[in-house]
């Protein structure tokens, strides 16, 4: 058994209440602890995360340099634009680094609170034939 076991990325927030519930929908998971100052959720895939209410949370500027990326989550997904559709539902919002052409690969998002992520297509599990 291992001395110590992976735990929660865990995001500062003013308001860890709403973000609970944009990432509870986001990844389709359930509340597992609630404390008056800490959420912890896990994602229907085992993903864990936790919000942890700081008052004086500043979120991250990127793509901007004031205040850095600081951290940010990445999430695999089959389908962008249906992914980007329910982050824009649930509250959450595009955020563009730079103009690419074609079909993105990936894309850059902020949730309600402004922490990054971002969305990446999965990669097929057998290579393209002809």
Same mark, same amino acid.
């Given at each position: 058994?291992?001395?110590?076991?992976?735990?929660?990325?865990?995001?500062?927030?003013? @308001?860890?209440?709403?973000?609970?519930?944009?990432?509870?929908?986001?990844?389709?998971? @359930?509340?597992? %602890?609630?404390?008056? $100052?800490?959420?912890?959720?896990?994602?229907? %895939?085992?993903?864990?995360? #936790?919000?942890?209410? %700081?008052? $004086?949370?500043?979120?991250?500027?990127?793509?901007?340099?004031? $205040?850095?990326?600081?951290? !940010?989550?990445?999430? #695999?997904? @089959?389908?962008? %634009?249906? #992914? @980007?559709?329910?982050?824009?539902?649930?509250?959450?919002?595009?955020?563009?680094?730079?103009?690419?052409?074609?079909?993105?690969?990936?894309?850059?998002?902020?949730?309600?609170?402004? !922490?990054?992520?971002?969305?990446?297509?999965?990669? #097929?599990?057998?290579?393209?034939?002809?």
């Amino acid at each position: 058994m291992p001395l110590v076991k992976a735990g929660f990325v865990v995001l500062d927030c003013a @308001e860890p209440e709403k973000l609970a519930v944009f990432y509870t929908e986001l990844l389709e998971g @359930e509340r597992t %602890d609630v404390t008056a $100052n800490r959420i912890e959720i896990r994602g229907a %895939d085992g993903t864990r995360l #936790a919000f942890r209410r %700081d008052m $004086n949370a500043t979120p991250p500027s990127w793509p901007r340099p004031e $205040n850095s990326l600081q951290a !940010h989550l990445d999430f #695999a997904v @089959e389908d962008l %634009d249906a #992914a @980007e559709r329910k982050i824009v539902g649930l509250g959450g919002r595009p955020v563009e680094a730079k103009e690419a052409p074609g079909p993105y690969e990936e894309r850059g998002y902020a949730d309600p609170s402004g !922490h990054s992520f971002t969305l990446r297509r999965t990669v #097929a599990a057998t290579p393209k034939q002809g």
